[in-house]
């Protein structure tokens, strides 16, 4: 990886918007859920997600990056461990595209969760 991607990455972390995506890309798989697609969450716990990151969002847009962050990375890895494994095992798209962004977003906020502790 260049630097100036690193460095876009990081960036990344002090904006609200990719947490938000996130939580809007959530909601909209409750359509899908309420159908009982394999791979994806009960529609309860894809409401309850979607508020939580856009809760995230909200408190990085306030200003307070560091929570914010931690919010995010703290919420990214719990759906990752509750619901990654019925992701990738459906071998459907919706489902794994969701798992690829909360990854990301894990990734993202994760990066400077770790470096507000003094971890990197």
């Not at 990886?1 to 798989?29: C, G, Q, R, V």
Request: glycine share 8%; charged share 15%; hydrophobic share 45%.
């Amino acid at each position: 990886m260049s630097i100036n991607l690193i460095e876009e990455i990081d960036k990344k972390s002090e904006s609200p918007y990719p947490i938000w995506a996130l939580s809007a890309f959530n909601l909209a798989t409750v359509p899908a859920s309420f159908r009982k697609a394999p791979g994806l969450p009960n529609p309860l716990i894809s409401l309850g997600f979607s508020f939580i990151f856009a809760g995230a969002g909200y408190v990085v847009n306030t200003g307070d990056t560091d929570n914010g962050a931690g919010i995010a990375t703290a919420w990214s890895l719990s759906w990752a461990f509750l619901h990654a494994k019925k992701a990738i095992l459906s071998r459907k798209p919706l489902p794994i595209a969701l798992l690829g962004a909360v990854t990301a977003n894990a990734y993202v906020y994760g990066k400077k969760t770790l470096k507000v502790n003094g971890y990197l």
